[in-house]
């Protein structure tokens, strides 16, 4: 996929701690999009290391850091940049391959300084975030936007476009104009405050439903796997520290109000059973303490971003076109490896749709081979509830599904399709 008016340079900077094993299954993901102008740039670890050693070597760029600090994990990365665009990702978050071309569509026909697409949840169909505004309390207003063509939305006084660090795309110049990445915010507001310090300098941001990422939601420091927090400590100290860096608001009614927030959270967790009674309380006590050390916390200063002296280190496109199988549910595992051994083979994108005769919900992954997985019911009906049924032939499923995300997966691109068929139904 081209966008018109020339192709920009993009820097891909991913920054990883303590998760090799989904950094891995990311730039996996990466290597395999759609973009003739890209390098790739991980900040990490030494998990990170070991994993750009087995997956990216020769193609990735590694930046050594381990402290827990993402903005400074950023900055870093933006620092060894040699892209007209730094584009971000999470270590656990899988493009579409078109990610990159829809971002630079967006950037330049809407002559924009910053970008951020759709992030869809660890099922892959939901959206985790989509196109919101974000203003000077840390408050979020969610945009709705009809069809799926990029816009530069229009900004009431005191708001910015959102842009969400695990699917956002910014010019490197407009980077170093507002000093990067805050590094006073070592996890939580930093895309917050960088929105609004780009909206005032003038930055038309876009937002670009196409330009589409699948955050997992690995476990870390502050989450376990099934996303119950571990600590609330970075939530208040972010929140304090933005309220710091954007002053002027009611700072007693906002801690009142992010207090009532996380406590509704913690009781929709205790609903659904990944914490328990017991830990409500130790866990809103870690954000008074978060708060209390965000209100005293030094403040330092932005890094001084200056053009890199780093050549262009350009990942070699991969071979264009996306093969595509088909099964049930039974054949699914064969099927899986005969697209693995496709895909290695000649180098091409594979995505395998198996569907079984039930009506549970849809699911799409990508798997750590590397081959986007698409599972479910066939006779599930969308919009029905979770078990919601409706008839439906399999080839009408399968059909459905890969016109659904065609212009993400790069379907729609002539010649792209090379080969579709049913093994063995």
Not at 114 to 130: K, L, M, T
Not at 279 to 286: G, I, P, S, V
Request: proline share 4%; with cysteine; glycine share 8%.
């Amino acid at each position: 996929m081209n966008a018109p008016g020339g192709t920009l340079r993009f820097s891909v900077i991913v920054a990883s701690r303590r998760r090799g094993r989904s950094l891995k299954r990311t730039l996996r993901a990466v290597r395999q999009l759609d973009h003739s102008a890209f390098e790739v740039i991980v900040v990490g670890d030494e998990a990170a290391r070991s994993a750009v050693d087995e997956v990216g070597a020769g193609w990735v760029r590694f930046v050594a850091f381990d402290e827990p600090n993402l903005s400074a994990a950023r900055n870093l990365g933006i620092s060894a940049s040699a892209g007209e665009i730094c584009a971000f990702l999470d270590d656990d978050a899988i493009p579409e391959p078109t990610w990159l071309a829809h971002h630079q569509e967006a950037l330049i026909t809407r002559e924009a300084a910053a970008s951020v697409g759709y992030v869809r949840g660890p099922d892959g169909i939901g959206f985790q975030s989509r196109a919101a505004l974000v203003d000077h309390e840390a408050e979020t207003h969610e945009l709705a936007l009809i069809g799926d063509n990029p816009c530069v939305p229009e900004l009431p006084s005191g708001r910015a476009v959102k842009l969400v660090g695990t699917n956002m795309a910014v010019r490197r110049d407009a980077l170093a104009a507002v000093g990067g990445f805050d590094p006073a915010y070592r996890y939580f507001l930093d895309d917050a405050d960088i929105s609004l310090r780009l909206r005032l300098a003038g930055c038309k941001a876009a937002v670009v439903p196409l330009a589409e990422v699948h955050h997992a939601l690995a476990a870390s420091d502050l989450r376990m796997r099934n996303r119950a927090p571990k600590t609330l400590h970075e939530t208040g100290r972010s929140t304090a520290i933005f309220l710091r860096r954007h002053p002027g608001a009611d700072l007693g009614a906002i801690r009142a109000r992010v207090a009532s927030r996380e406590w509704r959270r913690l009781e929709r967790a205790l609903a659904k059973g990944t914490i328990e009674p017991r830990d409500m309380n130790r866990l809103m006590t870690t954000l008074e303490e978060g708060w209390e050390d965000g209100q005293s916390a030094l403040l330092p200063d932005r890094p001084d971003l200056a053009e890199s002296s780093e050549r262009f280190h350009r990942v070699a496109p991969w071979p264009p076109g996306h093969g595509v199988l088909t099964s049930r549910f039974f054949r699914r595992k064969a099927v899986l490896a005969q697209a693995t051994e496709e895909m290695n083979a000649v180098g091409r994108r594979m995505s395998v749709f198996s569907y079984s005769l039930t009506s549970w919900p849809h699911l799409v992954r990508y798997t750590e081979d590397g081959v986007w997985l698409h599972t479910g019911g066939q006779f599930h009906g969308k919009g029905l509830g979770l078990h919601g049924f409706r008839w439906c032939r399999f080839a009408s499923c399968v059909d459905d599904e890969i016109a659904r995300v065609a212009n993400r997966r790069g379907f729609n691109d002539a010649g792209s399709l090379l080969w579709a068929g049913a093994a063995n139904l």
